[in-house]
């Protein structure tokens, strides 16, 4: 006759259920409270980009896709951890594959796994030269900045110029990821208001009874006239002589300027050109800058040699060597000197 059934094996059978269920509950739980996560540096190489304004989790995933970090929630985990989800920056970063989290989260913020692009932009370029240059040693079109060139508003130019020539300062720049056109074009001008503010350009204009945009139109002709640094100071003096005492300026560079031409040679006829930057016919100082100048060439500007020179020439442009005089005798003479380098007879 048979009797009650052992109560054991059905305790075993759902002490086994709720094992199940509870192991089931882990491998879905799992993910979330231990994602996914790499063992050590890693190894061999892979390049990411980071776009601007990009969060952990997105950055993240950037990882995981890459390769970087076995999860995004590992690598976001660990920035959380260590209160980092705010100080991720932009940019293209030298990463290796197979990183644990906290290897790579490490790795974003050394300084050199960051691969920073920048472009050189050297003194006296005129602007569409200036805009070709950016373009050939960035990612950007020219058509964009052309547009963004002459949008006054977001350029943030002073209130005193007329366009953005000579209000891009020369200096060398960071392309990071997302860098557009306008950003870098403002990053430019705010540059030069850092550099006008330090060497107090607009007070010290009115004490030389200039405009800022004077000032600076000053500084850019000194740039274009080229020779050496010690040189720009005297350029200056000469342009207040000739101003001063009512004889045109004389100068081909803002001929030049007019005809968006580079040479040494300008003919009589070149100076007869009608332009309010020809300052054969035009006494004073063209409308606005010539070229984008630098801080020493803004710096000759304000604060100028003391001297008598009328005069100068750069009678060996390959070596810039400028040679100033205020006797015509003289200036006849360093034009021939010119004219021999230039193989004029």
């Given at each position: 006759m048979s009797g009650p059934r052992p109560m054991w094996p059905l305790l075993a059978g759902a002490g086994a259920l709720v094992v199940a269920a509870g192991a089931a509950g882990l491998i879905v739980v799992r993910p979330y409270l231990a994602p996914a996560d790499f063992e050590g540096p890693g190894s061999g190489a892979v390049v990411v980009e980071i776009p601007r304004g990009a969060s952990a989790a997105e950055i993240g995933r950037t990882?995981?896709?890459?390769?970087?970090?076995?999860?995004?929630?590992?690598?976001?985990r660990r920035a959380e951890e260590q209160d980092r989800t705010d100080t991720l920056h932009p940019g293209r970063f030298r990463m290796r594959r197979g990183m644990e989290a906290a290897a790579a989260l490490d790795l974003l913020a050394a300084p050199g796994s960051r691969m920073v692009r920048t472009v050189t932009?050297?003194?006296?370029?005129?602007?569409?030269?200036?805009?070709?240059?950016?373009?050939?040693?960035?990612?950007?079109?020219?058509?964009?900045?052309?547009?963004?060139a002459a949008d006054e508003q977001t350029l943030g130019l002073p209130r005193y110029a007329r366009s953005a020539e000579g209000f891009l300062f020369p200096a060398t720049y960071e392309i990071e990821a997302g860098t557009t056109a306008p950003?870098?074009?403002?990053?430019?001008?705010?540059?030069?208001?850092?550099?006008a503010e330090a060497i107090d350009l607009e007070d010290r204009a009115e004490r030389r009874r200039l405009t800022p945009l004077q000032a600076v139109t000053v500084a850019s002709i000194v740039q274009?006239?080229?020779?050496?640094?010690?040189?720009?100071?005297?350029?200056?003096?000469?342009?207040?002589?000739?101003?001063?005492?009512?004889?045109?300026?004389?100068?081909?560079?803002?001929?030049?300027?007019?005809?968006?031409?580079?040479?040494?040679?300008?003919?009589?006829?070149?100076?007869?050109?009608?332009?309010?930057?020809?300052?054969y016919l035009r006494p004073g100082l063209p409308p606005g800058p010539i070229a984008n100048?630098?801080?020493?060439?803004?710096?000759?500007?304000?604060?100028?040699?003391?001297?008598?020179?009328?005069w100068f020439v750069t009678t060996n442009p390959e070596h810039r060597i400028t040679k100033f005089t205020d006797k015509e005798s003289e200036f006849v003479r360093y034009r021939e000197q010119l004219n021999r380098y230039l193989g004029k007879r």
């Open positions: 990882l995981a896709d890459a390769g970087v970090v076995a999860s995004a929630r590992a690598f976001v932009i050297p003194e006296g370029l005129r602007l569409p030269e200036l805009l070709d240059r950016l373009a050939e040693d960035t990612d950007l079109r020219r058509a964009d900045l052309v547009r963004a950003g870098l074009l403002a990053a430019m001008v705010e540059r030069y208001k850092q550099v274009a006239e080229g020779g050496r640094d010690p040189d720009y100071p005297k350029i200056a003096r000469v342009i207040y002589n000739r101003i001063r005492a009512g004889t045109p300026l004389q100068l081909d560079t803002t001929v030049l300027y007019a005809q968006r031409r580079r040479t040494l040679e300008v003919s009589q006829k070149d100076t007869e050109m009608r332009s309010p930057y020809n300052t100048p630098g801080e020493k060439a803004l710096i000759a500007a304000l604060q100028p040699d003391q001297g008598d020179w009328f």
